[in-house]
């Protein structure tokens, strides 16, 4: 949660500095930036550079920092030690401190924090303080426009669906055209089949409006879809910078790894290069001899050959998921069944002998305890 009750009523009222044309995406950046609450160390030396115009997920489970990294930016926050910087100068650090208002920085709350008695126009218009009242009627009716809402712009939040309140939230944030666009969860809170949908409209709205995006989330999903570069986080560190491919792709570690997939793991040991286990011998990579390793093997990378051929095993359980089937597949020394999601004939059913297809490139090996 980004912010009190408090301190999202002193926000709104500032009035925003913003860039008078397009918005102006800055650069912002991290540097050793520790941030201590009492015997909590919310964040540690954490560096960051983020370039203009790109959208960031800040990613990871509850209370590992990304809030705090979030309200940093927004000047919401000082750091304990360290710099916060836009456009290569410091706006936090020991020496000097720039206050919220005069970043340039637009916030979206986790809960929107729209003003229930104010229509859709006042409260997009309550963002806009500084400006004359033509230009923050005409800003603020241009903002609401370009979130799809023209015709709900007289109506109360209460009158909106969930999605609307969000894009309500985002009109008033975009509105001053802020160099920066900082997002706390943002699509927490609303249903599966809508939150695509804003998603995929809030991604295609960033890019347009070209400002620097942060956007916190736990859901690797909605980082992989709006983020040009997903920062993977835990208990107050950066574990791994990258693209959703790269994570996906390249984890660094088993937490990363486990991040973005569902794997199956079996535990091993490195014995000549490789590790033996109930299906199949894995190259163990940078592994010495005799580690002890951990397999994770993609549900998505499994293929399923006629009986005969490969790994023989029995399907124990299929499941229709639209797109792909869910199987869980029994293997003569394996205690645990093996997962794959795999598209699928009519023909297999539930005691099918099948035989299993393993790419040995597509399974990840890690030393077992890096949690
Ligand atoms: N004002 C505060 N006072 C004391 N502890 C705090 C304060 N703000 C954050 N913390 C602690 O700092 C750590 C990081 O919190 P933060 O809110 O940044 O995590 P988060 O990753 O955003 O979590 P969530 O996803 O649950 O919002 C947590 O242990 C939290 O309890």
Redesign the pocket.
């Known amino acids: 949660?980004?912010a009190s009750n408090e301190t999202k009523a002193r926000w709104l009222s500032w009035g925003r500095r913003g860039t008078a044309g397009a918005a102006i995406p800055m650069a912002l950046g991290f540097d050793q930036v520790t941030?201590r609450?009492?015997d909590?160390t919310?964040?540690s030396e954490v560096s960051l550079s983020i370039e203009p115009g790109e959208v960031v997920a800040?990613l990871?489970?509850?209370?590992?920092?990304?809030?705090?990294?979030?309200?940093l930016a927004a000047g919401v926050?000082r750091p304990s030690s360290g710099r916060v910087l836009l456009e290569g100068s410091d706006v936090s650090s020991p020496q000097s401190f720039v206050e919220p208002e005069q970043r340039g920085v637009g916030l979206v709350f986790q809960d929107y924090a729209l003003f229930p008695h104010l229509s859709v126009r006042e409260n997009v218009r309550f963002g806009l303080r500084g400006y004359d009242e033509t230009s923050a009627e005409a800003t603020a009716l241009r903002a609401i426009a370009r979130v799809g809402l023209a015709d709900l712009s007289e109506a109360y939040p209460h009158m909106l669906s969930g999605g609307e309140q969000q894009r309500v939230a985002l009109a008033r944030a975009i509105a001053p055209r802020p160099g920066v666009l900082l997002m706390?969860?943002p699509f927490s809170n609303l249903d599966r089949r809508l939150r695509d949908v804003v998603r995929d409209e809030t991604a295609a709205l960033l890019k347009e409006t070209g400002a620097t995006s942060i956007i916190?989330t736990?859901d690797p999903e909605d980082a992989m879809r709006i983020a040009d570069r997903i920062v993977l986080?835990r208990a107050?560190r950066i574990v791994q910078v990258g693209t959703g491919e790269q994570l996906y792709r390249q984890p660094n570690s088993l937490f990363a790894a486990r991040f973005f997939c569902d794997f199956t793991e079996i535990e091993g040991r490195v014995l000549r290069g490789a590790v033996d286990t109930p299906v199949g011998r894995f190259p163990a990579g940078d592994l010495g001899e005799g580690a002890q390793a951990v397999v994770c093997i993609r549900p998505q990378a499994i293929r399923l050959t006629p009986k005969g051929f490969c790994l023989p095993g029995r399907v124990v359980t299929r499941r229709f998921l639209g797109e792909v089937d869910h199987v869980l597949l029994a293997v003569s020394g394996f205690d645990r069944p093996l997962l794959a999601r795999v598209s699928l004939t009519g023909s297999v059913r539930e005691g099918d002998d099948v035989g299993i297809d393993i790419p040995t490139d597509e399974v990840l090996v890690f030393p077992a305890g890096d949690t």
């Open positions: 949660m980004l941030q609450f009492g909590v919310a964040l800040l990871g489970q509850s209370g590992c920092g990304k809030t705090t990294l979030l309200r926050e706390d969860e916190v736990h986080m107050g």
